[in-house]
């Protein structure tokens, strides 16, 4: 068995994982393929113009780029090169058929399945990095070994990464998990994955951080780790229509029930409720699975998640319409921030894009600003007419009537407010969706403030 790795899927898991893995285990040559030729080329860019936007992760490619890490197009001599293959591709929501709205599209990770077995050319380990759904390793073993001359051993290595702080999350995990079947080839296989993540000499996850687990553990521990975050997003949400209601105020309740240690002061921000691509996902996939076994209270429960997320978003367009005399047609609002979070360019699943057709509906006059996300922004809403996009948010913010923050960009506070208020008709109305901005200050200049949960 040789020490080289090849991950298929150059995507956002892809590409910043074996960047990582490539800087921390010099000693090993990292492929990494994707069908997307376009993407590869921005990999390989001369100027580093990478297709993803992460803090810190042009300092690693430009490390390890073309000394042990490459991308490439060339799927079929990298499988062959490689006895460690990793498995990034896509698994969105299925959007047909059976399960169609909540079940994993696994046409993707299944096509690679057969790419690995045409091309290997000897044993191979086989690691899955996308999230699947539970016993989804059984399908890739039942697809691999049949009539195959080789033998493959499939684990799962599911990843936790966050976008926006990908780098600062590989380089040192909370843990590393990885599940491999309970049997001699299963435990040498899952002791060669374990080696990687320890890195050359030792010099990276601590051994206590590596947990093991059976291979169906593995899979279901990603689905509920998410499913987890995604529903304390929704608890403090349904609780800040209830502070609204009430006067009470969303960050103060968080604050002082995260001094609970039991319950931790992590992901407990109000806000415009949860984007990204995998949160949505995940959790409908856990709906799915649980419906598929039968368990249909804990697939009504988790449901809830969702709906409650999706009813956030639908509470911001209702108070802005209330907030602006029921009105809305005509109206400029500047929207600040695009991207599902701060420092991503990723607008997958963005609350600002549900809220934005939202607005679209009202006949609003809207200009979107974002420092990262305006090209995934323009090409998620291609075809909604009155939408404007604008790099700098002082432009955005001119002669507009209302600014919706929907981004906790750091650069938002730091604006110059009293230049925004002078330049906008009156009244002016700052809602901000993620209570990132003094609004104390704001209503010294003369703002109407809106927030979440206050
Ligand atoms: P992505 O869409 O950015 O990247 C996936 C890539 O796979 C694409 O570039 C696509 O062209 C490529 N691909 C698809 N089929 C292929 C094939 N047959 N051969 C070669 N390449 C192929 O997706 P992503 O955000 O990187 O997510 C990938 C997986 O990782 C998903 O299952 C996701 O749930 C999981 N995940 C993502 C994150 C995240 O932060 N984005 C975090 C943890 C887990
Ligand atoms: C999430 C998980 O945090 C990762 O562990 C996981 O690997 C990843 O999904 C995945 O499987 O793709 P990510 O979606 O990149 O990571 O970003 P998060 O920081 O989790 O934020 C998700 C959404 O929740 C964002 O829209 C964020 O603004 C929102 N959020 C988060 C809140 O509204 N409040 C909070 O307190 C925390």
């Known amino acids: 068995m040789n020490k080289n790795i090849v991950c298929i899927g150059a995507g956002y898991i892809g590409g910043p994982t074996m960047a990582v893995i490539a800087k921390m285990n010099p000693d090993r040559k990292v492929y990494v393929c994707d069908i997307n030729a376009k993407r590869i080329a921005a990999w390989n860019s001369k100027n580093y113009a990478l297709p993803i936007y992460e803090p810190g992760l042009v300092d690693v490619v430009k490390e390890v780029r073309g000394k042990n890490l490459f991308f490439t197009t060339d799927i079929k001599s990298a499988v062959k090169k490689c006895d ?16 169609a709205g909540r079940a994993s599209d696994l046409q993707f990770w299944e096509a690679t399945a057969r790419e690995i077995k045409n091309y290997a050319d000897g044993d191979k380990i086989v690691v899955e990095k996308s999230t699947l759904p539970v016993r989804t390793a059984a399908a890739m073993e039942a697809i691999l070994n049949d009539s195959a001359k080789y033998r493959f051993t499939v684990l799962s290595n599911p990843e936790f990464l966050a976008e926006g702080t990908a780098i600062k999350d590989l380089l040192s995990p909370d843990r590393v998990l990885i599940g491999g079947p ?39 521990t990603k689905l509920a780790a998410n499913a987890m975050l995604a529903q304390r997003v929704s608890s403090v949400n349904a609780l800040a229509g209830l502070c609204e209601a009430t006067g009470a105020d969303i960050d103060e309740v968080a604050r002082v029930m995260g001094a609970d240690r039991r319950i931790g002061s992590k992901f407990l921000k109000a806000g415009p409720g949860f984007g990204g691509s995998c949160f949505k996902k995940d959790v409908l996939n856990l709906v799915y699975l649980c419906e598929t076994f039968g368990l249909h209270t804990a697939a009504e429960y988790w449901s809830g998640v969702i709906k409650m997320n999706d009813h956030q978003q639908e509470r911001i367009v209702s108070r802005l319409f209330k907030a602006m005399f029921n009105t809305l047609a005509n109206k400029k609002i500047a929207m600040f921030g695009f991207a599902f979070k701060a420092d991503t360019g990723d607008t997958r699943e963005t609350p600002a894009g549900y809220v934005a057709r939202l607005l679209n509906e009202e006949h609003v006059r809207l200009v979107i600003t974002d420092p990262k996300a305006i090209e995934n922004g323009k090409r998620d809403l291609a075809g909604l007419d009155g939408i404007t996009w604008e790099k700098d948010p002082y432009k955005a913010a ?11 960009w750091k650069e938002y506070p730091a604006l110059d407010w009293e230049k925004i208020f002078k330049s906008m008709r009156k009244p002016s109305l700052v809602f901000d969706t993620r209570n990132c901005l003094d609004a104390g200050a704001l209503k010294k200049i003369g703002f109407r403030v809106l927030n979440v949960g206050k």
């Open 398 to 408: 001119k002669d507009a009537d209302a600014v919706l923050v929907m981004t906790d």
């Open 182 to 220: 309970e049997t001699v080839e299963g435990r040498a296989a899952v002791r060669e994955i374990c080696d990687i993540y320890a890195g050359k000499d030792g010099k990276w996850v601590e051994r206590y951080k590596i947990l093991t687990t059976n291979v169906w553990s593995a899979e279901l």
């Open 84 to 99: 460690i293959i990793f498995v990034g591709v896509n698994t969105p929501t299925k959007m047909f058929g059976r399960g």
